[in-house]
């Protein structure tokens, strides 16, 4: 069993930053991807950036691209997420993810085995 857990969210103004946290305990990790989604008020999930823990390559919704960044943390098992620029529409409830795959579709939510609780961040003036 894993369990994810995120800290960070916020209300903040546009244009200003946060920096999401996700905290994986639980299982020893060799080959997975973490994932940050979203989801806004009735719209669906939405995938935001993966990371591919060994290799290190990231993905990202192109809509946050140049905005958000997705890393490791030194701290072994921790994921972050950089957010600058934010704009109102970023508003939403943001779920860490892992999957334990070696095939593994980064924006589908369907390829995650865990997910944390969410943290709220509500970008507004």
């Known amino acids: 069993q894993v369990q994810l857990v995120e800290s960070g969210g916020g209300l903040v103004q546009p244009g200003g930053s946060l920096r999401l946290s996700c905290a994986a305990s639980g299982r020893t990790f060799s080959y997975y991807v973490m994932a940050w989604f979203r989801q806004a008020p009735g719209k669906e999930r939405e995938f935001v950036a993966a990371i591919n823990w060994s290799a290190g390559s990231t993905y990202y919704v192109d809509s946050v691209k140049g905005r958000f960044t997705i890393s490791r943390g030194n701290a072994k098992n921790t994921v972050y997420l950089q957010m600058n620029s934010l704009k109102p529409e970023d508003t939403a409830v943001y779920y860490c993810?892992?999957?334990?795959?070696?095939?593994?579709?980064?924006?589908?939510?369907?390829?995650?085995?865990?997910w944390g609780q969410g943290t709220q961040v509500t970008v507004s003036s």
């Open positions: 993810a892992a999957a334990f795959r070696t095939t593994v579709v980064v924006a589908n939510p369907t390829s995650y085995d865990y």
